[in-house]
Structure formats: structure tokens, C-alpha cells
């Protein structure tokens, strides 16, 4: 099956910094989603992204499908920005999601 | 964003009993709905994939007899852990895509806990 790799695996800030976490993957995807996980375990939808550039605030994504991987791009980060980032990436066409080893991220004062 | 909720958030229950966790989408009909098991300072692991009306495909390595899936309506999945033992204690996930949708829409997650 299809392999997910992020990096950095665990990654620490201060408060204002910014930061790029990436998601490599081994075969082509329609389908590509970032995630926040929250101290609950809640999924949080942060993109949905299989191809170009989005940005949502102090967060952006971009996704270069044809050489396989995808960026996401934290800036000016916040305490609240902590959290486990996922990404997950699937073939499309209704088809299931496979999850990446994921970015602990802990932002501190 | 599509709202899909869990139910219960979390679940304690003793060795041999059976435990059911509720999938709803809230404003969109799931054709599809996937259930994601996730240890501890891990990643989330497909378990197995419901369409509506249609019986359940589970991945490799995941007991169908164990954990059974129901998807009846477009709107309501799930899963039951049939004599439950402390080693099924896990963090359980439901999402659901709605008919001709690409993006996944997750629920909260239900913690089960078997003593």
C-alpha cells in the first residue's frame, strides 16, 4: 500500500515563530488532507489540498502531486497550534485515506 | 465543514461485554463512512470501510467478528466491539464523505476503556 512520511516527527517552537512541516508520499493521490489533532483527539480539517496552494489564515498548504509530496506552513505560531499534524492522502473516487506518522508540535511562551 | 458526530465520547466497560459506538453525519448523507482505530502516540489505522447498505470491507488483520459494522441509513454507521478485552482499549475514530464528495469529515473520536 501506499507509505506516509512526515517531517519533522516532533518539533518545538516559541511563540511567534513559523514553521514547515512536510508530507512525502510513494504513489500518486487524488485525494490529500492535513489535519490538526487537539488534546482530545479530535481531527480538526485544516485543507483539503491534492493539488496547489491554499492558505487559511496564519496557515497555508501546497501540494506538488506530480513529485509527491505536500508542505504546510505555520506562521506566526500560537500555543494553541499545538497538537499532532496529520497528513492523509488516498487514491480518490471515494476511496479511504491513509494517514502519515504525523508532526508533534508543541509551542511554547 | 460537514459536521459528523461520535457517540459515546468515551466508554468503560468490563472484559466480555460488548460495547456500541455511534457514527452520525449531522448535515450531509455519508454514502461512505471509515472507521479508524488509533493507539496512543500513534497514527490512525483503517479498520474498515461501510457504504451504505452494503456489508462492511475491513482491512488485513482486523477480526470482522470482533468488530461489527452496520451502516443502515445514510446517516448512522456503527461499530460494536463484541466481547470486549483490555487489549481492544483504544481511541476509535468515524469519518464520512458524502456521495461524490473528495474530502473526509471526521467525528470526535470515542475512547474505549475494558477493564
Known amino acids: 500500500g501506499i507509505q506516509v512520511e512526515q517531517s519533522p516527527p516532533d518539533l518545538i517552537l516559541q511563540e511567534g515563530a513559523n514553521s514547515t512541516l512536510r508530507c512525502n508520499f510513494s504513489?500518486?493521490?487524488?485525494?490529500l488532507q492535513w489535519f490538526h489533532q487537539n488534546p482530545w483527539g479530535q481531527l480538526i480539517n485544516l485543507f483539503y489540498i491534492p493539488s496547489g496552494t491554499k492558505q487559511n489564515g496564519r496557515l497555508s498548504a501546497t501540494t506538488v502531486a506530480t513529485e509527491r509530496y505536500s508542505l504546510l506552513y505555520i506562521s506566526s505560531s500560537q500555543t494553541t497550534d499545538s497538537g499532532v499534524y496529520f497528513c492523509a492522502v488516498g487514491p480518490g473516487g471515494g476511496n479511504k485515506l491513509t494517514f502519515g506518522t504525523g508532526t508533534q508540535l508543541k509551542v511554547e511562551l | 465543514g460537514a459536521v459528523v458526530s461520535q457517540h459515546p465520547s468515551r466508554v468503560i466497560c468490563k472484559s466480555g461485554t460488548s460495547v456500541k459506538i455511534e457514527c452520525r453525519s449531522l448535515d450531509f448523507q455519508a454514502t461512505t463512512m471509515f472507521w479508524y482505530r488509533q493507539f496512543p502516540k500513534k497514527s490512525l489505522m483503517l479498520m474498515a470501510t461501510?457504504?451504505?447498505?452494503?456489508?462492511?470491507?475491513?482491512e488485513q488483520g482486523v477480526e470482522k467478528d470482533k468488530f461489527l459494522i452496520n451502516h443502515a441509513s445514510l446517516t448512522l454507521s456503527t461499530l460494536t466491539v463484541t466481547s470486549a478485552h483490555p487489549e481492544d482499549s483504544s481511541f476509535y475514530i468515524c469519518?464520512?464523505?458524502?456521495?461524490?464528495?473528495?474530502?473526509?469529515?471526521f467525528g470526535e473520536g470515542s475512547r474505549l476503556t475494558v477493564l
Open positions: 461501510s457504504n451504505e447498505g452494503s456489508k462492511a470491507t475491513y
Open positions: 504513489d500518486s493521490v487524488n485525494n
Open positions: 469519518s464520512a464523505r458524502g456521495r461524490g464528495a473528495g474530502e473526509l469529515f
